[in-house]
């Protein structure tokens, strides 16, 4: 009885460890494309759209928790940076909380690809506007590869297409009397290398 008692604990720790939280790291840098739609909204002189190149990049901290080659979920705070000014010429940073869910498989070998999808919210200050905060919702899919190097250590990396879409906000010229309303949508692919580490 004792016997089958050890046993039951010992493959318990083995499955709560399996399962059992871990922490990381990622950096990744992306090559993407900026579309900014202004609109004059007190007399509707025009609506344009300009679209050009853009890049960003980031270091993303995350807790997770699940199965090695099963789903795991897993929340992320990310700093991004982007390679020019998109609003306020004082800020180029913007910081986004996400959720992701993450897709395993067990290929063998202490290889796991895995696919994965999230999604966030993220903020940054700007000044001369009609807020002094623009907020961003961001969404991120993709696929990559993990490989377990130690008991606890994984060196895992992949490529997503990350989104972001600025909410509206408006600049008033009381000069011309005049409203002009901006909104901002990037998108490209990201990647990225990182570390994780189950404890």
């Known amino acids: 009885m004792k016997k089958v008692f050890m046993t039951v604990l010992f493959a318990g720790g083995l499955m709560a460890a399996e399962q059992g939280w871990y922490m990381g790291i990622e950096s990744g840098f992306a090559i993407g494309t900026l579309k900014m739609t202004k609109m004059d909204e007190t007399n509707s002189l025009y609506d344009t759209e300009r679209r050009h190149h853009t890049t960003f990049s980031d ?35 913007v910081t986004e909380g996400s959720v992701e869910i993450i897709k395993e498989f067990d290929a063998g ?41 130690a008991d606890h250590l994984y060196l895992l990396a992949g490529i997503d297409f990350v989104g ?8 008033y010229d009381p000069k011309v009397n005049k409203v002009t309303v901006e909104s901002i949508d990037m998108g490209g692919f990201k990647p990225y290398i990182g570390v994780n580490y189950r404890f």
Do not use: H
């Open 109 to 149: 070998n202490l290889f796991y690809p895995f696919v994965k999808a999230g999604l966030g919210i993220g903020y940054m200050g700007v000044e001369g506007y009609s807020t002094s905060r623009i907020q961003e919702v961001c969404y991120n899919m993709g696929a990559g590869l993990s490989y377990k190097t």
């Open 164 to 171: 972001k879409i600025w909410e509206e906000f408006y600049i």
């Open 59 to 93: 270091v993303k901290l995350k807790l997770g928790k699940g199965r090695d080659g099963d789903i795991k979920f897993q929340g992320a705070l990310s700093f991004v940076r982007f390679g020019e000014y998109p609003f306020s010429i004082r800020t180029k940073q």
